[in-house]
């Protein structure tokens, strides 16, 4: 079975989209193009709301990823599980069907305890040794400023646990909205985080919160994932970006 490629884009944020796009589309739109969008909210003394909570899980569940509510010093342990726990099970999803296709319905539903436990170690495996892509999209609403400090600390956790495994992982740090644009690239693809800090430099904190637009301009992050042809004329039309020939926005691509 050969090496997979795993995308994801992490949101962190604590309130609810209010400008652009349904980020619940954006999401699906992510999902169409092979990356898994994963959410999660920080809250303190559950100000999220019932729904900002309703909004969190839809995106996720667009997206194909995965939710959690949390503290803010639940953040850094909860990005790492999270992250985990969606690159399982999207292995887990390209596993099943490649045995579906080669045994059949019916005989993988048949697989013995021990052969189960095989494909187990196979997804293990598998997980360890795919290439990793996380582009993390950072909320700087207004009510995000106090808790940013956590934010910080989990982009430079997870960093270091990226490089305890065995294939190749980069992550990106983005916040929304920009000052120019939707989405401000602070950390190009990398490695090894080693300033978590620049997120917070020359910050400016605003009150919207385009979630969607966020997303959308995420997808084009990821080297050989094209924006569809009439979201890339939306957006160059926009900032008057250019597109190269297979239709990728070149500053968007590292």
């Not at 997979?4 to 209010?18: K, M, P, W, Y």
């Not at 193009?33 to 996720?60: C, D, L, P, S």
């Not at 569940?61 to 639940?74: H, T």
């Amino acid at each position: 079975m050969k090496q997979a490629t795993l995308r994801q884009i992490l949101i962190v944020t604590d309130g609810c989209s209010n400008s652009g796009m349904s980020p619940v589309a954006a999401a699906a739109l992510a999902k169409e193009q092979g990356i898994t969008v994963n959410v999660i909210g920080v809250v303190e003394r559950n100000e999220v709301g019932e729904q900002g909570e309703a909004e969190i899980k839809e995106i996720a569940e667009a997206g194909g990823g995965l939710f959690d509510i949390v503290y803010p010093a639940q953040l850094a342990q909860t990005v790492q599980m999270l992250t985990r726990k969606a690159m399982t099970r999207t292995i887990h999803q390209v596993v099943n069907k490649e045995l579906k296709e080669i045994l059949g319905e019916s005989a993988l539903e048949g697989l013995t305890p021990e052969k189960r436990m095989q494909v187990a170690g196979m997804v293990d495996d598998l997980g360890e040794r795919s290439t990793l892509e996380v582009a993390m999209l950072v909320d700087t609403s207004a009510s995000m400023k106090p808790k940013l400090s956590a934010v910080q600390q989990a982009i430079h956790d997870f960093s270091i646990s990226l490089r305890s495994r065995s294939g190749t992982s980069r992550m990106s740090v983005c916040l929304f909205p920009g000052k120019d644009k939707y989405l401000d690239i602070v950390i190009p693809w990398t490695e090894q985080i080693e300033k978590a800090h620049q997120i917070t430099s020359n910050l400016t904190m605003s009150g919207l919160t385009p979630t969607g637009p966020a997303i959308v301009e995420a997808i084009a992050l990821f080297n050989h994932v094209p924006l569809p042809a009439e979201l890339a004329d939306s957006y160059r039309s926009r900032y008057n970006e250019t597109e190269d020939d297979d239709g990728f926005l070149r500053d968007h691509v590292f």
